[in-house]
């Protein structure tokens, strides 16, 4: 059983920086890709960042130059960094992978941007 446990959402003002952290349960998620999640109300949940086992990184365009992916595989966790936010940018933050056609996701966390 894979837990995934999100932390550091909160409040931040447009332009600021907030990080999240995704920890796992077991060492097993190194061998996998792993990746961040978004969804804003009355929207689908949305592919943002995704790291390969290797450490090759994407982003989607929304988020690509603002948003930064990494993983530290002696802590068995997953970070995003996030710069310039936006009001836009305000959603519930997931941390996902997928094993053997399994996905796990964390609870989520909440980010808002808002003066």
């Known amino acids: 059983q894979v837990q995934l446990v999100e932390t550091g959402g909160g409040l931040v003002q447009p332009g600021g920086s907030l990080g999240l952290s995704c920890a796992a349960s077991t060492t097993i998620v190194s061998a996998y890709a792993m990746a961040w999640y978004r969804q804003a109300p009355g929207k689908q949940r949305e592919v943002l960042a995704t790291i390969s086992r290797g450490g090759t990184t994407d982003y989607a365009d929304s988020v690509r130059g603002r948003f930064t992916i990494a993983r530290n595989y002696a802590k068995k966790t997953v970070y995003l960094q996030m710069n310039s936010l936006k009001p836009e940018d305000t959603a519930v933050y997931y941390c996902?992978?997928?094993?053997?056609?399994?996905?796990?996701w964390g609870q989520g966390t909440q980010v808002t941007v808002s003066l």
């Open positions: 996902a992978l997928n094993i053997a056609g399994q996905n796990y």
